[in-house]
């Protein structure tokens, strides 16, 4: 997707650009904002005791009488904190998932909840606020089993002003990794480990933490969504509404492309943040799962303006997908994807079969001998057996020359997966033991630290992985990818 950056221009003329800029902002993101969105509660209804959603139909049952008002945008939902919520009768997401609402406060209390899973004894998922005695701190919440609660502690947000709250969650290898998003903004990371939280904590709800009944919020909500995926933070802060302030950048065009190779060319405006890193990834996969990249690296940072790259390590008679991308403060930002195909390969030559020919001496001019069992010459030589260009002589026995063999040893390939963060084995292991080794610490003590090294890749050992990107000039995003396992093997 595209990022448009701001310009410091006259304000007549940032006055016109703005108005397309929010126009190119909207189309830009409108996609992925409705992609696996499951459940959309625009609470425009007005009226009535229903809540109607889009696009699943999971219509929310209104208990206890919230009142229709002016939300964000159009109607909104108000809630006075005694017993009245929205139940939306949709069960847990097991995996991936993406929760998100405006909010408008008009009081704190301990533990009130926007929006949540939740069954005491059962386990919960939630953003609540107050907690420890804190109001007005909102918090991201899981405990899925009631065994143990892991939290994200975000920033206060101030009564009686809206604001945007989002928690989005990915189970792998065991655990939860989750994020909480205030006003478009991370506000941080955790993790929580054991099994997934699956039906055991019953309907979703906002205006409460879930079906306890209990931490009713006191306010206004609006514009309630779930996703059955992670919303980048890009898509957050889309929902958000903040301006994207950072690059704005077009693949404009593919060519020169052969068997193996491609030369992209792109145009960057680097807006107000500096650009380290500029380039494209290539995959043959659409969702770029797995990817190459061809990359260009200024530690000062690039300016405003079109270059080129060629990428020559392509697959003859491919078909590709292509993104142009940056970095900069850690953050990759990428163009909406196009698509190319590599040439045909060529085919291996017919064998033709050979015809011997012999040769001679026709009017004075040579004919060249052939024959594997004669001498070549040119010329009259007397005395020599001589049969039209060859000349023979009594071979002489030559002993066989046995190649000595020469042995390599094979490269140990210490990395043969892709790891990201959530990934759970030994190759995390190693990897964080070789960080640990190489100047790259992921942790200075405890776990993941020097001889401590675990097999869980968490965000201490993405920060690492990111560092060590950045050293190698590889795309710096925290992913163990193929550049990244090349060059991790090389050393």
Known sequence: MKRFSSLRIASIIFAVFFLSFTQSLLTAHAADITSNLTDY???????????NDSPRGANALLVGGPTWTTGHTNGGLSFNGSGQTADTGVGSFPGDGTMS???YPTAYSDWISPMGWKIIGSGYMLIDEGGNGSPGTWRAIINADNSHEVAIVGPTITQNQWSHLAMTWHYANGAYTFSLYVNGELAGTNTWTGPTIGSNVGNFHFGSSGDDNDNYFIGTLDEVRLYNRVLNPTEVATLADVPIIGQYMTLDSIDGIQQTAATFHGTLSVGTSPVTTRGFLYSTDPSFSDFDAVTDFNGSGFSD????LTATDLVCGTHYYAEEFSTTNNNLFDTSSTSFTTSACTPPPATVPVVASQGGISGGSAWFCTDPNATNYQGSFPGVNVTKGCTYATPVATPPVIATPITTPPVALM??????LGSKNSEVQELQHFLNTHGFSVAATGPGSLNHETDLFGPATKAAVIKYQKAQ???AIGVVGPQTRKALNEQ
């Not at 303006?305 to 080129?308: D, E, V």
């Not at 990395?415 to 990201?420: M, N, P």
């Open 473 to 475: 000039h590889i795309v």
């Open 101 to 103: 609402a405006w909010v």
């Open 41 to 51: 509660w625009n609470l425009d209804d007005g009226s009535g005791f229903i809540a």
């Open 305 to 308: 303006g079109t270059y080129s």
């Open 415 to 420: 990395f043969t997966l892709t790891l990201s």
